[in-house]
């Protein structure tokens, strides 16, 4: 859910205004990237491919930005792109993965062949985790992007407050739900 100025909660993603004036040049945006990222993550190569993933799940990235995007993915040392891959609702797409050898998982982002529309991501377990053997999809995601009329109003903590939840004293992020949540009977947006 986005608030005030359609920027997503917890979010690293950038605004639309940001995404606009990013570089066009896929070799300059890694570059951008890689000094706007420095020192997160557990390796610069590794985190400009979870950057460029902040940025696509939003499914607001503009056609243009987003073939940059997956231009600067491809070029990250070790990168490799793999086709017949499946996001987590089963449509399949092309993968461009880089393996994050000090965390032990393949991060993979999943293109659309046809759209060049980014329709998911994973992470796939690279070595045994407890009682997950290797091969495991410890993370994934299926993103789909279609046009509304308009869009949710905007509440301080997001779905949380949509959905009747309290904040706790448990620490920030913590919210207490009600067990069964009623749908309203308009799905109009309140002024």
Same mark, same amino acid.
């Not at 608030?3 to 639309?16: L, R, T």
């Not at 243009?64 to 231009?71: I, K, L, T």
């Given at each position: 859910m986005a608030?005030?100025?359609?920027?997503?909660? =917890?979010?690293?993603?950038?605004? $639309?205004t940001t995404i606009a %004036?990013?570089?066009n040049d896929p070799? #300059?945006?890694?570059?951008?990237?890689?000094?706007?990222?420095? =020192?997160?993550?557990?390796?610069? $190569?590794?985190?400009?491919? %979870?950057?460029?993933?902040?940025?696509? #799940?939003t499914g607001a990235v503009p056609a243009?930005?987003?073939?940059?995007?997956?231009?600067a993915a491809a070029m990250i040392p070790g990168a490799e792109t793999a086709e017949r891959q499946a996001n987590l609702d089963g449509r399949p797409g092309v993968a461009i993965g880089y393996v994050e050898t000090t965390a032990g998982y393949r991060q993979d982002l999943i293109i659309d062949p046809g759209t060049g529309a980014f329709i998911g991501e994973r992470e796939v377990l690279l070595k045994p985790d407890g009682v997950f053997p290797a091969g495991t999809a410890q993370a994934w995601t299926a993103v789909r992007t279609t046009v509304a009329d308009g869009a949710p109003r905007a509440t301080p903590d997001?779905?949380?407050?949509?959905?009747?939840?309290?904040?706790?004293?448990?620490?920030?992020?913590?919210?207490?739900?009600?067990?069964?949540l009623t749908r309203p009977r308009s799905s109009r947006p309140r002024p």
């Open positions: 608030n005030p100025g359609g920027d997503f909660y =917890g979010s690293d993603a950038a605004s $639309d %004036s990013l570089p070799t #300059r945006l890694l570059n951008y990237i890689y000094l706007h990222a420095l =020192g997160q993550g557990n390796s610069r $190569d590794g985190e400009a491919l %979870s950057w460029i993933a902040d940025q696509l #799940r243009v930005e987003r073939a940059v995007m997956y231009r997001g779905g949380f407050d949509a959905g009747g939840c309290t904040p706790t004293n448990y620490g920030e992020g913590s919210y207490t739900c009600p067990s069964k």
